[in-house]
């Protein structure tokens, strides 16, 4: 069974910085990309960005520049450093992995529990 688990999320104030980091568990073969979306009070979830099994990172135009993915392949784990955080980026941020169970199995998403951020002063 494979396992997303969010970590990082806090309270911060405007202009503020947080590491957010997501560890994947379980039966992984092969992970194509990950990905952190987040979604807002009242609004529909949206693509935060995203980093390719290569490393080629994109992200949402309101982040760029702000946030920066990362990700250790060796451990399965994916980071979003948050920087010149703004109000508007309260958000619950969740983990997203497209993988491979195992060899010749069905590529399948998985999503994380999510991790609450709120940018407050």
């Known amino acids: 069974q494979v396992q997303l688990v969010e970590s990082g999320g806090g309270l911060v104030q405007p202009g503020g910085s947080l590491r957010l980091s997501c560890a994947a568990s379980?039966?992984?073969?092969?992970?194509?990309?990950m990905a952190w979306y987040r979604q807002a009070p009242g609004k529909q979830r949206e693509l935060v960005g995203r980093i390719t099994s290569s490393g080629t990172t994109n992200y949402a135009d309101s982040v760029k520049g702000r946030f920066t993915i990362s990700r250790d392949k060796a451990k399965n784990l994916l980071y979003l450093q948050m920087n010149s955080l703004e109000p508007e980026d309260t958000a619950v941020y969740y983990c997203?992995?497209?993988?491979?169970?195992?060899?010749?199995?069905?590529?399948?998403?998985?999503w994380g529990q999510g991790t609450q951020v709120a940018v407050s002063s």
């Open positions: 379980g039966n992984i073969f092969s992970i194509t990309f």
């Open positions: 997203y992995a497209y993988l491979q169970e195992y060899s010749g199995s069905y590529f399948r998403p998985y």
